[in-house]
Nanobody, 126 residues
Framework: QVQLVESGGGLVQPGDSLRLSCAASGRSMSNYGMAWFRQAPGKERVFVAAINSRSSNTYYADSVKDRFTISRDNAKNAMYLQMNSLKPEDTAVYSC???????????????????WGQGTQVTVSS
């Protein structure tokens, strides 16, 4: 069984930066695709960023491209999301998700993920 724990969320001002972490346990993530999704109050969960098992392919939602950077450290069984130039519309609960397999196909599709973390709150407000 895979367990995922997110950390690093908080309250920041517009323009600030945050770095989210997702720690995985239970299995090695070296053959898993990983992703971040977010859910704002009253809205559906949406894709933010994804990375394949070998970090050779990354994908971003248009709304975060050039501001957010996804990365992973397979030795630490961890994934990260560096968020720069944060905006109020980035306010949401951010959840990490993983799925077994090395293919990059469908990494943006939340239905393809098998395991989810509980999420960490990110609030961007002045």
């Amino acid at each position: 069984q895979v367990q995922l724990v997110e950390s690093g969320g908080g309250l920041v001002q517009p323009g600030d930066s945050l770095r989210l972490s997702c720690a995985a346990s239970g299995r090695s993530m070296s053959n898993y695709g990983m992703a971040w999704f977010r859910q704002a109050p009253g809205k559906e969960r949406v894709f933010v960023a994804a990375i394949n098992s070998r970090s050779s392919n990354t994908y971003y939602a248009d709304s975060v491209k050039d501001r957010f950077t996804i990365s992973r450290d397979n030795a630490k069984n961890a994934m990260y999301l560096q968020m720069n130039s944060l905006k109020p519309e980035d306010t949401a609960v951010y959840s990490c998700a993983v799925r077994e397999g090395t293919t990059s196909w469908g990494l943006q599709n939340e239905r393809s993920y098998h395991y989810w973390g509980q999420g960490t709150q990110v609030t961007v407000s002045s």
